[in-house]
């Protein structure tokens, strides 16, 4: 079951863009079914969860932090050696701790610089205008150990598909407008990760490169 959910996902996915398969609450089992049907990044949400099943998981997966992260998890986190991305930068101080744990760890991390655009209180992140103003001002330029990708986010938790696809606009744009404008000369700044099962369609077409899915691939997840 989990490899025809995989199968029929990936068969609506434009190539360019990387399916990151969320297998939080779900267990090793799980992902090895998906990892025999070809996948290979796995997203997990919590350290705790991620560092008891990355070591029952095949070596060559990559593994994306997806999650609320916090401050006094971060040097779990970074002993993942196959750790490959953390979406989830909601904050200047969050990545500065990143960073210095990185370096610490004697090695180099990925990361994302999460976006806050939809109507809740409850998510985390940047808004537009703060991150603008961060990458403007060339703060990314004193990270040793860690590399700035792209921004994530995520949509207003809503049925209006309008007001979904208007913040996935807002997310895309601001990845433009940075690499567009504001910081050019950015390396490898190339991954706008946005959707989720329910809304992954939507996000493709406003110009997602990258898409979270778990519950069309897992089923639903038991807490
Ligand atoms: C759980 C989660 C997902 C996947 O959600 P589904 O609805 O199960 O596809 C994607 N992104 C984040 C940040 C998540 O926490």
Not at 19 to 47: C, D, M, N, T
Not at 85 to 109: C, F, M, P, Q
Request: glycine residues 6%; charged residues 25%; hydrophobic residues 40%.
């Amino acid at each position: 079951m989990i490899a025809d959910n995989l199968h029929n996902i990936l068969s609506t996915l434009p190539q360019e863009v990387t399916l990151v398969a969320v297998s939080k609450f779900h267990p090793a089992e799980s992902v090895r079914e998906a990892y025999a049907a070809g996948q290979r990044i796995f997203g997990e949400s919590r350290v705790q969860e991620i560092s008891a099943k990355a070591p029952l998981s095949p070596p060559d997966i990559e593994w994306h932090f997806i999650g609320h992260l916090q401050t006094n998890k971060v040097a779990q986190l970074l002993r993942i050696g196959n750790l490959r991305l953390i979406h989830s930068i909601d904050s200047d101080r969050l990545l500065r701790i990143v960073d210095r744990e990185a370096v610490k760890a004697g090695r180099t991390i990925d990361v994302l610089l999460e976006l806050h655009v939809a109507d809740e209180e409850t998510k985390s992140g940047f808004s537009v205008a703060e991150l603008e103003q961060w990458m403007a001002e060339r703060r990314f330029e004193t990270l040793e150990a860690t590399h700035i990708r792209g921004v994530m986010g995520m949509a207003t938790n809503t049925d209006d598909t309008d007001r979904i696809r208007a913040d996935f606009r807002a997310i895309r744009s601001c990845y433009d407008r940075i690499i567009g404008k504001i910081a050019p000369d950015l390396r490898r700044f190339d991954v706008v990760s946005m959707g989720m099962s329910h809304d992954y369609p939507a996000a493709i077409d406003e110009g997602a490169t990258m898409v979270r899915v778990g519950t069309s691939i897992f089923g639903e997840r038991i807490y």
